[in-house]
């Protein structure tokens, strides 16, 4: 399924929907004008954030048909009001435009995109790609490929790349997607089990072998006969181990701890590191035979930072895992995931994961904005405003007072600041009167080309919005 975050405009460019375009602009939604004809060419995959049908001339049976046939596409109208009734149909933006409105169904459109979603057909050889591997990004794509191409077989696979990328889940993928399927997966980490019981994990123990091995035990190559074997953290194993596990790779037979009995095993093994092996191999902490033996096919998962083109498809996926725990289920702004695309991920997916509990716990069933997000991740300069301090219902009153004509704007805000008068000011007011002074004669020069103005200002489009409101100020 592709997700286009751009809004849909559907019209024959007539006034209305070129005033609409202009609102969905200024509140920082990115959107595409299309003619209704045009709609037959779209990729039955695709998906935009909303389609809002703003002609009069398109039937209600029409409207009804896009409906069925784009189940999974979030639909809004505008100048007629919704008759058939469908699931995706889900409101209609009345005239004149109002602000809550037409934010609040853009809501309900977001949360419509992240739990419906297309059926289709499974194929027994294809798996479902989720968590860390959902994303477009070149990366992700060349990941996918990779798997697709050696599951088939049986050569041994190392996954490299940082921790909290999903190595394990390429692993489970790649013997979902193999002739081992119907197997086991079985996974050890290398690097959580002291080296002195690393050989009795992997190859299993006789009876009275050692102390308290008060019966024979199979090991996990026993275990993961027929199936695949992941050896997680392959480069914390001890060199004792390392050089008992290339004996058992290379000749497929190994002997339980106290046994003598030579046992055949038919596994598959993939490995994975976050460590430089070629850098311990020079370091002599790692075995250079062992590592082209496990070096067959490997696969570099690239970092969350290198891909983060992929978060607003990860965040779908990780808040939708959530809701399907039964944990709630957060939704977030264009401002939030921007700001979440330009954070540097140290954790990774695992920390986008961790974040999405988080938040979910903090905020469940609620919107999260930049300024909801927690300190750290928030990169987007968007001021933070409380409706609700007294002190803030003053200084909108002092604006009201500005705008009746009370305070005069005609002084040059220069002058403004040259003395100070014996009586004192509002420094409060006088500031935001100088604020609301440069935004206007900005926006004049500019046209009212909001973006420009930005730029005019030296701040970030989405401030002078905020602003913008704030002050209560207009375009025209």
Request: glycine share 6%.
């Amino acid at each position: 399924m592709q997700t286009d975050p751009r809004i849909l405009l559907v019209d024959n460019l007539s006034e209305r929907v070129q005033r609409l375009f202009c609102v969905l602009e200024f509140l920082g939604e990115k959107v595409e004008l299309r003619r209704l004809e045009e709609l037959a060419t779209t990729p039955s995959n695709k998906r935009w954030r909303s389609i809002i049908i703003a002609s009069d001339d398109i039937s209600p049976d029409t409207i009804g048909k896009l409906a069925t046939q784009l189940p999974w596409q979030p639909i809004l109208t505008i100048g007629r009001s919704l008759v058939n009734p469908r699931e995706n149909l889900l409101g209609h933006i009345d005239e004149p435009l109002n602000y809550p409105q037409v934010t609040e169904l853009l809501n309900y459109s977001q949360v419509f995109g992240q739990t419906v979603r297309p059926q289709t057909s499974q194929n027994t050889n294809q798996t479902k790609l989720f968590r860390s591997l959902v994303g477009r990004s070149a990366g992700i794509h060349q990941v996918r490929h990779m798997i697709s191409q050696v599951a088939p077989t049986d050569a041994t696979v190392l996954i490299m790349g940082p921790s909290g990328t999903g190595k394990e889940v390429v692993a489970r993928n790649i013997h979902f997607m193999s002739d081992r399927t119907a197997g086991p997966f079985i996974p050890v980490n290398c690097g959580a089990i002291p080296g002195e019981l690393l050989e009795s994990e992997l190859f299993g123990h006789e009876k009275g072998s050692f102390t308290g091995a008060i019966s024979s035990r199979k090991g996990r190559f026993e275990m993961a006969n027929s199936g695949t074997l992941f050896l997680d953290e392959i480069g914390d194993m001890p060199m004792p181990m390392q050089v008992k596990l290339l004996r058992v790779l290379q000749e497929r037979t190994f002997e339980r701890v106290g046994g003598n009995k030579a046992i055949t095993t038919d596994v598959r093994v993939v490995a994975a590191t976050h460590r430089n092996l070629e850098q311990m191999i020079e370091q002599g902490t790692f075995r250079e035979d062992l590592y082209y033996r496990l070096n067959v096919f490997p696969i570099e998962m690239p970092s969350l930072t290198e891909r983060a083109e992929d978060i607003p498809l990860l965040l779908q996926e990780l808040v939708s895992r959530v809701f399907n725990e039964g944990k709630g289920k957060v939704r977030f702004t264009q401002r939030a995931i921007d700001s979440l695309m330009e954070h540097t991920w140290s954790g990774n997916v695992r920390e986008l994961s961790n974040l999405i509990e988080r938040l979910t716990i903090l905020y469940p069933n609620g919107l999260v904005d930049v300024n909801d997000l927690p300190h750290k991740y928030r990169h987007i300069d968007v001021p933070t405003y409380d409706v609700d301090m007294p002190e803030e219902q003053l200084e909108r009153d002092a604006l009201a007072s500005v705008f009746s004509g009370e305070v005069d704007l005609d002084i040059p805000p220069s002058q403004l600041t040259t003395a100070l008068p014996a009586e004192g000011v509002n420094l409060k007011d006088l500031l935001a009167e100088m604020e609301i002074d440069m935004i206007r004669q900005a926006l004049d020069q500019q046209n009212n080309v909001v973006s420009r103005a930005a730029d005019l200002l030296g701040i970030r489009r989405t401030t002078l919005v905020e602003k913008m409101r704030k002050y209560g100020l207009s375009k025209t």
